[in-house]
């Protein structure tokens, strides 16, 4: 400080006699001697005099510094030195080189000097040393200086410490990075549309659809899909700051043999103005982004819709099995009037006493022969019995497809169910068919079991656990439950409890108790429970035939 400004005084005690004296030149002074010293002294009515030009320079905050064409330093100002921390007196006549460390590559610095040594400003980075040893990005612009005959005279230095900006940057980068690994492994097709719908951020799985539409920019085609199946442009939206959860929509993707199913969700998102105009933030009005999501359902949608063609077949095959059973009994009460008939007939005969023995052989003979005719054609119109294969099946699936069947039942006797599927049961290898029409069965007993009382709260409760190897099955309910002398018998055929016995046959428990034995399980009805009835099936988790 002591020093530059000694200097300063100097140079104006210097100034101010060179005014002095160019002020009444000694009488035969040469011309050019004047001349020379005017120029030195710069014209005092002029605006800007030279001087000036060298205080500019020396109190830049930028790092200059002046070298000769071989690169030595001729000149450096107060920024070089608070810089590089090198005192100017020690880097005069010094190669620029001082600065460099070895982090810069040798191709830049020859870069460097190809293009100022053809009389052209280079600009670039370089990895400085200063004196203390660190080391500093540089951003330095070298650009030569022509002498009268254009040849070059010096090089002019300029450089400042951008190492923090670069920190920045890298931290910018790096943070773009991580966003983009995360978004790439997202199972989950993402992507950022700016207000125009043109994409400014996507991630793997949008790239992927992208080959999947064979070039077709993926958001086009959703874009299409949500306003044609879900009534909006989901861009329009965002631009209107609405956003939306979980709208499914369906696309057709060249080859892949049926549609793709995808749930979409879009939040608009704010973008600050980045254009130089808006650099005081003045501009209030930000753009509003659409982060859009969209999931592949696909493989869920194609379950449900597999599981309800499967409940469809199943209302089919309960209704076939009740058309094809009222079919059979009417047949078989039809044949069974022929016998009947004769009987009655023989019956009132020997009552009467008017009967001879040859007559009565002959009406016996009748009544064997279309009793036997009777039992041929019943045996004719018996229902053939399905052979089902044995597949692997999830015992909560069949529970809950019969369930739906259900519904309609149960809601109209007024009966809440309770259902407690297991988190995860193992699968059975066993007989759809089956097993759903003894669930049925069990459910069916259940609703006319309630449908005998006059409770008010109705509950069923059914129930999944598993059990060691074997799969547990509860029904409960809260009807009048079963006598403890009827708790055997309910499972032998033709057995009847019921109240109202009309269309019963008796035979839907003794079934049950078969089908269960065939999947190498047990029924119990659980004596400890009063409140109702209680069956639990126990279903192993065995190989059955097919
Ligand atoms: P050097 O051997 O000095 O140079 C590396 C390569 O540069 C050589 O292989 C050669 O191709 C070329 N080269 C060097 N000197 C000359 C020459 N005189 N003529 C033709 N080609 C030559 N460097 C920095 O590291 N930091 C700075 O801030 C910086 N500022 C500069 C400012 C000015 C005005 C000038 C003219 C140069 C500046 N340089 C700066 C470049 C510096 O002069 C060196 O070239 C550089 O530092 C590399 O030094 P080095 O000792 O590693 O290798």
Redesign the pocket.
């Known amino acids: 400080m002591t020093t530059r400004r000694s200097t300063d005084l100097a140079m104006q005690t210097v100034s101010d006699a060179l005014g002095g004296f160019l002020a009444s030149p000694p009488a035969g002074t040469p011309a050019e001697i004047v001349e020379l010293l005017t120029l030195m002294a710069g014209d005092p009515g002029a605006p800007l005099p030279p001087r000036i030009f060298f205080e500019a320079v020396e109190q830049s905050p930028v790092a200059i ?1 002046i ?1 000769d ?3 030595k330093i001729l000149y450096a100002n107060q920024a070089f030195e608070t810089l590089t921390g090198y005192p100017r007196d020690q880097v005069l006549g010094k ?3 001082i ?3 070895n982090a ?1 590559p ?1 191709a830049i ?2 870069r ?2 190809r293009t ?2 053809v009389k052209k400003a280079w600009s670039g980075t ?1 990895v ?1 040393r200063t004196r203390n040893g660190d080391d500093y990005i ?1 951003a ?1 612009t ?1 650009s030569p200086v022509l002498d009268h005959e254009g040849e070059i005279a010096f ?3 300029m ?1 400042r410490d951008v190492t923090h900006e670069h920190q920045l940057e890298t931290q910018l980068r790096q943070q773009k990075m991580r966003i983009e690994t995360v978004l790439d492994v997202a199972p989950v097709l993402v992507v950022l549309l700016d207000e125009s719908g043109k994409v400014v951020l996507d991630n793997h799985e949008y790239k992927k659809l992208l080959g999947d539409l064979r070039g077709r920019e993926p958001v086009e085609v959703l874009r299409e899909a949500l306003s044609e199946q879900a009534g909006f442009d989901p861009v329009e939206a965002s631009r209107e700051g609405r956003s939306f959860k979980d709208v499914e929509v369906s696309i057709e993707i060249p080859g892949s043999g049926g549609p793709r199913w995808f749930s979409c969700s879009g939040t608009p998102a704010r973008e600050s103005d980045a254009s130089a105009r808006n650099y005081f933030g003045r501009n209030k009005v930000n753009e509003r982004h659409l982060l859009l999501l969209a999931n592949d359902i696909t493989a869920r949608r194609r379950e449900v819709e597999r599981a309800h063609l499967e409940n469809l077949r199943a209302r089919l095959a309960e209704q076939q099995m009740t058309h094809g059973m009222r079919e059979a009994l009417g047949a078989a009460i039809y044949q069974m009037q022929g016998p009947l008939n004769v009987i009655q007939a023989a019956i009132g005969m020997l009552k009467r006493g008017n009967i001879e023995p040859t007559t009565l052989a002959s009406m016996l003979a009748e009544i064997s022969s279309s009793g036997e005719q009777a039992m041929e054609t019943l045996k004719a119109a018996l229902p053939e019995e399905q052979r089902e294969v044995g597949v692997l099946v999830n015992v909560n699936e069949l529970l809950r497809q019969v369930l739906e069947i259900e519904t309609d039942r149960l809601l109209a006797a007024g009966i809440v169910v309770d259902w407690r599927p297991a988190h995860v049961l193992p699968r059975l290898n066993g007989h759809k068919n089956q097993l759903r029409s003894m669930f049925k069965h069990l459910i069916d007993n259940a609703i006319l079991a309630l449908n005998e009382t006059n409770k008010t709260h109705r509950e069923l409760r059914l129930s999944t656990r598993t059990i060691d190897d074997a799969v547990e099955v509860e029904f409960q309910d809260n009807g009048p439950g079963i006598e403890p002398e009827a708790r055997f018998r309910v499972f032998e055929p033709f057995f009847i409890g019921w109240r109202n016995r009309r269309g019963r046959a008796g035979m839907g428990l003794a079934l049950t108790q078969e089908f269960v034995s065939q999947h190498g399980g047990s029924i119990e009805i659980d004596p400890d429970y009063k409140e109702g009835c209680r069956i639990r099936i126990s279903l192993s988790a065995v190989t059955v035939d097919e």
């Open positions: 510094s070298t064409s071989d690169a190669n620029q080189s600065l460099s460390s810069t040798d610095y020859q460097l000097w100022i040594q370089l400085n540089a330095v070298v090089f002019l230095g450089h």
